[in-house]
């Protein structure tokens, strides 16, 4: 399913962000929305514009539904969020692979390249991980990580940080959170530390 943009953009001089998570795919949700829209909550009480987007677990469109959210809304930064269920406290991932595996919720089957001849790997710069120990200075669990996997996640990290070296957005990432049961109230509290992640690294 494809991404219908949001036509909302932000108010001149205003930070914009674009948020995406990942819908559902091995269970029943996924928790990434969850705290997506908490840290979407968090951020606009700071004056930040939030464009909110769940996009669909799926190979063959996640690519062109983050393009066009960038290409509507011509953000500050694009942040996208997946679940992890082997890690206790969200993580910022740092290193993107251009590569895919691993089947998404259509049962269509990652194999090559997440882009065809591009680079093998793109590194997140600096800012992200200075911005995720600022966070974790002010008391935020929230953990910097080198291997998002190949799943869909990597990708994301991987397309993200092309619209970064493309000059189309200033700031780009991708935080995993933790998979947890739906309603949760830590949900809550690790998308009060993505917020602050955001927060620092757009500021």
């Known amino acids: 399913m494809s991404v219908i943009a949001p036509a909302a953009s932000a108010a001149e001089g205003n930070t914009t962000v674009v948020l995406t998570s990942y819908g ?15 840290a979407k909550e968090v951020l606009e009480q700071e004056g930040i514009t939030v464009v909110y987007q769940e996009i669909a677990t799926d190979w063959n469109t996640f690519a062109s539904d983050l393009d066009a959210l960038v290409e509507a809304n011509d ?17 910022v991932e ?3 692979y251009n590569k895919r595996y691993g089947t998404d919720a259509n049962g269509t089957k990652g194999e090559g390249e997440v882009l065809e001849g591009g680079p093998a790997q793109r ?42 070296e493309e000059g189309r957005v200033e700031h780009a990432g991708f935080v995993h959170v933790p998979a947890r049961a739906k309603g949760a109230a830590q949900n809550d509290k690790d998308g009060e530390a993505v917020a602050e992640f955001v927060k620092n690294l757009v500021g």
Do not use: W
């Open 123 to 164: 590194q997140a710069p600096a800012e992200n991980r200075e911005a995720q120990q600022a966070a974790k200075k002010a008391g935020y669990n929230i953990n910097p990580s080198y291997d998002a996997g190949r799943y869909l996640c990597n990708a994301a990290l991987y397309t993200n940080l092309g619209f970064l």
């Open 24 to 38: 559902a795919f091995s269970r029943d949700h996924n928790t990434s929305g969850e705290v997506a829209q908490k």
């Open 75 to 91: 953000p500050d930064a694009v942040i996208s969020l997946g679940e992890n269920a082997s890690i206790r406290t969200p993580a």
């Open 94 to 96: 740092l290193m993107g």
